[in-house]
């Protein structure tokens, strides 16, 4: 049986990162999505809310599991009993910052593979940065993430501006 991990943040999920989900589900007997709990960061939203929309985004994909996760991906890779690492890449510069983590990765744990899928053309420009700064600003972002992600992002900035 073929485990995959395709790691990331997710925040917020994109259709870049569905795109990656669905291709991926497609490639392996099971496919994890680790959604890094990142203590340095502030998100947007909380690791919890992050994986119930992808529980939600991917409740038609049964070889789909969601789990939260935090330090060292080799070590969740190694609790999830993960044969591969699973990478989007966008741009050439994303590929350089992946290829140093893949091969950090190997060092730490040299039977964990990566493999690097490219983003579908329609969603290379596509990030989560993008979507917040646009949602920031009051930007339509249906054309960036799923419905669900969308109506999350819109409360938190009625929050956030009623706190202002």
Request: zero cysteines; charged letters at 30%; aromatic letters at 8%.
């Amino acid at each position: 049986m073929l485990r995959g991990i395709y790691p990331g943040s997710f925040d917020p999920v994109t259709f870049g990162h569905v795109d990656v989900i669905t291709r991926s589900a497609g490639k392996v007997d099971e496919l994890i999505v680790g959604v890094l709990n990142n203590k340095a960061k502030s998100p947007l939203f909380s690791a919890e809310e992050r994986v119930r929309m992808l529980e939600e985004i991917t409740k038609e994909m049964p070889n789909v599991r969601i789990f939260p996760f935090e330090g060292l991906l080799v070590d969740f890779a190694r609790k999830m009993k993960a044969d591969l690492v699973i990478r989007g890449l966008r741009a050439i510069t994303d590929f350089e910052y992946e290829l140093q983590m893949a091969q950090t990765n190997h060092k730490l744990e040299p039977e964990l593979e990566t493999v690097f899928l490219t983003t579908s053309l329609e969603y290379s420009y596509l990030s989560s940065s993008t979507v917040k700064e646009v949602a920031a600003f009051g930007g339509d972002i249906s054309r960036f993430v799923p419905e669900i992600v969308a109506d999350r992002i819109a409360e938190k900035m009625k929050k956030k501006e009623s706190v202002d």
